[in-house]
T-cell receptor, first 111, second 114 residues
Framework: SQKIEQNSEALNIQEGKTATLTCNYT??????LQWYRQDPGRGPVFLLL?????KEKRKERLKVTFDTTLKQSLFHITASQPADSATYLC??????????FGTGTRLTVIP | NAGVTQTPKFRVLKTGQSMTLLCAQD?????MYWYRQDPGMGLRLIHY???????AKGEVPDGYNVSRLKKQNFLLGLESAAPSQTSVYFC?????????????FGPGTRLTVL
């Protein structure tokens, strides 16, 4: 069966450290992978998109990697801040209008 | 620019009642989507539309109907609500290119069916 798994439901890290979130999938062949941020009581907000032929993408303090052999994406936040505390969702795009979300990882950055 | 708005924000229904959720976007996006979000399940696509007058089923369409009479609006209807439809509903929109591009989400509607 198809699965998208994001590492632990919750991740706590100290301010200033690098947070690493994992998205693993099985039985999908995504063309793209997206990462979203969701704050409590709000809708998801798009952060980054990475294509299957890209190994790495960066945006300010964010970095995403995509390994189609391992079927895994890693999402890094460097120099983390308390304001980075939120739930982060990965989403696999397998074709036009086929978007599948993981359950999310709730990140807490401790001051 | 309001982006994507949803009405209402909260609603409580009794089993068997009907209701319509309204989604509006002011970004002139062609594509619109309805998702539901449940604990431990992630976001799941209910229905989507690739243009005015067109709709299509997503992953979990049963018990829901949709209409896209105007480009800026996408309505989600529950004809006979069931407790299993208790969830948070999100609307999203995107420009041509569909889900390969950014999806913009509304703030959500929290629905409880008793």
């Amino acid at each position: 069966s198809q699965k998208i798994e994001q590492n632990s439901e919750a991740l706590n890290i100290q301010e200033g450290k690098t947070a690493t979130l994992t998205c693993n999938y099985t039985n999908y062949s995504p063309a793209y992978l997206q990462w979203y941020r969701q704050d409590p009581g709000r809708g998801p907000v798009f952060l980054l998109l990475i294509r299957e032929n890209e190994k790495e993408k960066r945006k300010e303090r964010l970095k995403v990697t995509f390994d189609t052999t391992l079927k895994q994406s890693l999402f890094h936040i460097t120099a983390s801040q308390p304001a980075d505390s939120a739930t982060y969702l990965c989403a696999l795009v397998t074709g036009a209008n086929n978007l599948f979300f993981g359950t999310g990882t709730r990140l807490t950055v401790i001051p | 620019n309001a982006g994507v708005t949803q009405t209402p924000k909260f609603r409580v229904l009794k089993t068997g009642q009907s209701m319509t959720l309204l989604c509006a976007q002011d970004m002139n996006h062609e594509y619109m989507y309805w998702y539901r979000q449940d604990p431990g399940m992630g976001l799941r696509l209910i229905h989507y539309s690739v243009g005015e007058g067109t709709t299509a089923k997503g992953e979990v369409p049963d018990g829901y109907n949709v209409s896209r009479l105007k480009k800026q609006n996408f309505l989600l209807g529950l004809e006979s609500a069931a407790p299993s439809q208790t969830s948070v509903y999100f609307c999203a929109s995107s420009s041509p290119g569909g889900t390969t591009d950014t999806q913009y989400f509304g703030p959500g509607t929290r629905l409880t069916v008793l």
